[in-house]
């Protein structure tokens, strides 16, 4: 099975809570107020988020008005053009500048951030590049281990320090050796940390402090890893990273076990993070680019 195939079936709950009841909704029936509330009432209950299901819902109004779309088959290709338009272009991680390329990967517990790095680690090795993890979650013996296993399988360097020690002390050491090695990429763990505790929050800015004056112009990317399960929980946890210390790109993990895949619309439109990466599985190149077209035509297809 192809990607789009795995997608198209990774999107199989988005769908049916998305697409099937739009069908629902404009079967037999005129596009008109009463319509056009119950639509943005599901785009809502799917997680597309207020602003975006707003956008789409007046376009959609001004186009009726107008006559342009009058039946289910055009709102539904009304509504393909205005997802794609809200998530914009495709925008993947893209190595560049002077070596290392340091991405800081950051998200609350149980997001999938570990396998993730692990999965893109192995992604740029297959690219040619070399890759160091930095171990920063010190919290954890367990996360120190399981980035040490992601390591050999990816073919990537380690740097670790003892459990309970400094974590921006690690992203110092990491991007240090990296320069000294001439290696292309450090990705650094952070400990999974609940946005609402702000300790933690202030720990994860000096983590992003000490990489600043370990290279200029580092980190080059904030990559947050967010639960596409937990839908508008994901929402507000990219709001409070990007208020802490500025998000650059998400990776959307689990997104074959959820209803809830209009969150990426509603990331781009709240705060115009682009969505970098999607996960659809367990398996080691189950971490994809996120091409927006493909995303929506996945879902209604």
Known sequence: MGFFDRLKEGLTKTRKSFVERVDSIFTGRKIDEETLEELEEILITSDVGTKASAEIIKTIREKSEKGEVSDVDSVKELLKKEMVSILGNSQPIMVYGDKPFVILAIGV??????????????????????????????FRAAGIEQLEIWAKRANAQLVKHQSGSDPAAVAFDAIAAARHRDVDVVIVDTAGRLHTKSPLMEELKKVKRVIEKAMTGAPQEVLLVVDATTGQNALRQAEMFNNAIGVTGVALTKLDGTAKGGI??????????????????????????????????????
């Open 109 to 138: 517990n149980g997001v999938g951030k570990t396998t993730t790095i692990g999965k893109l680690a192995h992604r740029f090795y297959s690219q040619g590049l070399s890759v160091l993890l930095a171990a920063g979650d010190t």
């Open 264 to 301: 990426v619309f509603a990331i781009r439109k709240d705060f115009g993070i682009p969505v970098r990466l999607i996960g659809i599985g367990e398996k080691i190149d189950d971490l994809q680019d996120f091409n927006p077209q493909e995303f929506v035509e996945a879902l209604f297809s």
